[in-house]
């Protein structure tokens, strides 16, 4: 069975600071890795995914992310913040025994403060 | 506009009484799914649909019941015998559930209160 951890239920940081938010997951088999953002009292929007290939996938408006395997990680990161980054991030898993089936961690929720 | 509409955005229910939250896609989706939402848990699969009159159970899934009835459609009713209904709803879907690269699309949710 997959599980995904998010070691910081809340990280605040200052306008322009970089922020790392932080995913562990675990699977027995190849793993396909998302962070999903989501804004006050609205849905989840997918913000950047790894299915394959380079372990450093970017999303437009500056974050990244990279699938380390050794370390079962997949850590989002951002060198300069603005108050407009201020929401929940999610990371999910799945796998080719889960079908579509995504498992999420419990949330981060990032404030940006002025 | 392609998307996923959820209907009502706030909801308030009597214990006791059974609720519908509505989801909508237009995006010719073949999967469906509802999750729920509570502070410091992530998302919890409720049920999911892999194709119209068909579905399965999540994790989550004693008292509340779907149905498929249409492709585009997906209702979720929480019965009164699910305990502790508070939560925010969120609706999904994806193209299909063939493969676990593909992409799911959120309504924007719906927030369920019992008095």
């Known amino acids: 069975a997959q599980s995904v951890t998010q070691l910081d239920s809340q990280v605040p940081v200052f306008e322009e600071a970089p922020v790392e938010l932080r995913c562990n997951y675990s699977?027995?088999?190849?793993?396909?890795l998302f962070w999903y953002v989501q804004y006050p009292n609205q849905g989840l929007q997918l913000l950047l995914k790894?299915?394959?290939?380079?372990?450093l996938v970017e999303s437009i408006n500056g974050f990244e992310a990279e699938f380390n395997k050794s370390q079962t990680s997949f850590h989002l990161r951002k060198p300069s913040v603005h108050i407009s980054d201020t929401a929940e991030y999610f990371c999910a898993v799945s796998d080719n025994n889960a079908g579509n089936m995504l498992t999420f961690g419990g949330g981060t929720r990032l404030m940006v403060k002025p | 506009d392609g998307g996923i509409t959820q209907s009502p955005k706030y909801l308030f229910r009597k214990e006791g009484q059974n609720v519908t939250l509505s989801c909508e896609q237009n995006l010719n989706h073949d999967a469906m799914y509802w999750y729920r939402q509570d502070p410091g848990q992530g998302l919890r699969l409720i049920y999911y649909?892999?194709?119209?009159?068909?579905?399965q159970k999540g994790d989550i899934a004693e008292g509340y019941s779907v149905s498929r009835e249409k492709k585009e459609s997906f209702p979720l009713t929480v019965t009164s015998a699910q305990k502790n209904p508070t939560a925010f709803y969120l609706c999904?879907?994806?193209?299909?559930?063939?493969?676990?690269?593909?992409?799911?699309?959120f309504g924007p949710g719906t927030r369920l209160t019992v008095l």
């Open positions: 649909s892999q194709i119209v009159n068909d579905f």
């Open positions: 999904a879907s994806s193209i299909d559930s063939s493969g676990p690269y593909n992409e799911q699309f």
């Open positions: 790894y299915l394959s290939g380079s372990t």
């Open positions: 699977s027995s088999v190849s793993v396909y």
